[in-house]
């Protein structure tokens, strides 16, 4: 895939696609971003170390929600054409809950497919030829079926139990991507995609673009924590800034210290 000179951003108001949103500006990318409060969007890149002439000469946000198709519609398209490259971190608020079974739920427990849906539905609507590549921010704990395990043995029980709700999510969505490339070129809204799972995510200061380790599906990189300042970072430099590798089209890429 050639570079991508004009970016969609779903879920950019923190997180990993929020940093991988602040890098893309910095370096000069033109962006659009969906949000429902666009000052909330516009505080968490300052927050990011984005200047507000950066804002103001590289960002475009469109208020509204991601389940509103018209709404989305106006984030797929810059000065009259559709996007190169569509980056999604939607994802479910977590929530405990009274079960030994699942204590933890999502407080919308299928935001991550609706997302995935509404996106396709909007190129579907909007008829053009051209065919955007989708990075859709993932998790590790979701293996497809027949593939090596990539997680730590000790976070067998923290994925497959703690976090078996949110997960269901993100592996429908997951699923739905790989049916869709499958279709008839005339019926494929998106060029490919690309599933981005880091391992367990915590905040603080970056460690560096070498600090982090990558590995698809067959030889998942396996590790204990990253940094979502550092998973925004590997996004902007391995996915948006020169476009996603031709290997990892339709697949998964799993990252980790």
């Known amino acids: 895939m050639s570079s991508p000179t004009k970016v969609a951003f779903f879920g950019a108001t923190g997180g990993c696609a929020g940093h991988c949103l602040a890098n893309a500006l910095n370096a000069g990318l033109d962006c659009v971003a969906l949000a429902r409060t666009p000052a909330k969007l516009t505080k968490a890149m300052k927050e990011k170390g984005v200047?507000?002439?950066?804002?103001?000469?590289?960002?475009?946000?469109?208020?509204?929600?991601?389940?509103?198709?018209?709404?989305?519609?106006?984030?797929?398209?810059?000065?009259?054409?559709?996007?190169?490259?569509?980056?999604?971190?939607?994802?479910?608020?977590?929530?405990?809950?009274?079960?030994?079974?699942?204590p933890v739920v999502l407080t919308d427990t299928t935001i991550c497919q609706d997302a995935g849906s509404t996106i396709l539905?909007?190129?579907?609507?909007?008829?053009s030829a051209k065919k955007p590549t989708l990075i859709n921010v993932s998790t590790t704990g979701i293996p497809p079926k027949g593939k090596p395990r990539d997680v730590p043995i000790l976070y067998s029980m923290l994925y497959h139990w703690l976090l078996a709700s949110p997960h269901e999510d993100k592996k429908v969505l997951e699923q739905r991507l790989a049916q869709h490339v499958q279709l008839?070129?005339?019926?494929?809204?998106?060029?490919?995609?690309?599933?981005?799972k880091p391992t367990l995510l915590f905040d603080g200061d970056s460690?560096?673009?070498?600090?982090?380790?990558?590995?698809?599906?067959?030889?998942?990189?396996?590790?204990?924590?990253?940094?979502?300042?550092?998973?925004?970072?590997?996004?902007?430099?391995?996915?948006?800034?020169?476009?996603?590798?031709?290997?990892?089209?339709?697949?998964?890429?799993?990252?980790?210290?």
Do not use: C
């Not at 999604?88 to 079974?101: A, D, N, T, Y």
């Not at 008839?184 to 981005?196: D, G, K, Q, S, T």
């Not at 300042?229 to 902007?236: R, T």
């Open 51 to 102: 200047s507000s002439k950066a804002l103001d000469q590289h960002l475009t946000i469109i208020e509204g929600n991601v389940r509103d198709v018209d709404a989305v519609k106006g984030a797929l398209q810059l000065d009259g054409s559709i996007v190169d490259a569509i980056v999604s971190g939607i994802g479910g608020v977590p929530k405990l809950q009274w079960s030994i079974v699942r």
């Open 121 to 127: 539905q909007a190129l579907a609507e909007l008829q």
């Open 184 to 196: 008839p070129e005339e019926l494929r809204r998106i060029e490919a995609y690309v599933n981005v």
């Open 207 to 257: 460690l560096g673009l070498a600090a982090v380790r990558e590995g698809v599906d067959d030889q998942p990189a396996v590790g204990y924590t990253i940094r979502r300042k550092d998973v925004g970072l590997w996004m902007f430099e391995r996915l948006v800034r020169n476009g996603v590798k031709r290997e990892w089209m339709n697949r998964s890429v799993s990252i980790t210290y």
